[in-house]
């Protein structure tokens, strides 16, 4: 039976900046599928609308960060292979996690039932000036919001 998830982006405090729901025909997925479904819905979104922000989890090639979202210096299709493994990528080098629940994911291939009240968060982690965010680095840790628990992930 098909579920929906509800998707939140996040700050590394908690704040909210975008939600929207995802839905899924399965009832276990891992977070690896979960980008792949997320990055696939935003970026055909974007293209049928072709708005003139694209408020999705990576930043496309040739675009600039706004407060409205990225802004692509020219408006074209996006490539939603290219913006899965930008994101693939920014995962594994620590550049957002994901929360199920309050539960971090912490490898790809973690797995976790789809229920019709679970709720994902896609937390971005700002690098300090001057500093990247490399893996195990412990920033995830540190950022994480208030009633948030580090430990092992929903089996």
């Known amino acids: 039976m098909p579920a929906t998830l509800t998707i939140h982006d996040e700050t590394a405090s908690g704040q909210k900046t975008?939600?929207?729901?995802?839905?899924?025909?399965?009832?276990?997925?891992?977070?690896?599928?979960?980008?792949?479904?997320?990055?696939?819905?935003e970026v055909q979104d974007y293209n049928l609308k072709e708005p003139e922000y694209f408020r999705g989890l990576v930043e496309p090639s040739q675009a600039e960060k706004t407060l409205n979202g990225y802004k692509l210096r020219q408006r074209r299709k996006?490539?939603?292979?290219?913006?899965?493994?930008?994101?693939?990528?920014?995962?594994?080098r620590n550049g957002f996690?994901?929360?199920?629940?309050?539960?971090?994911?912490?490898?790809?291939?973690?797995?976790?039932?789809?229920?019709?009240?679970?709720?994902?968060?896609?937390?971005?982690?700002?690098?300090?000036?001057?500093?990247?965010?490399?893996s195990g680095s412990g920033c995830a840790v540190a950022c994480m919001g208030e009633g948030r628990t580090q430990g092992g992930f929903l089996g």
């Open 18 to 41: 975008h939600s929207f729901t995802l839905d899924c025909l399965t009832e276990r997925m891992t977070v690896r599928e979960l980008i792949r479904d997320r990055i696939y819905q």
């Open 78 to 92: 996006i490539d939603w292979q290219e913006q899965y493994g930008k994101a693939l990528e920014a995962f594994s």
């Open 97 to 134: 996690f994901v929360l199920v629940g309050n539960r971090p994911a912490e490898t790809l291939d973690d797995e976790f039932e789809v229920k019709a009240d679970t709720e994902v968060s896609f937390v971005k982690l700002v690098p300090l000036v001057g500093d990247e965010v490399h």
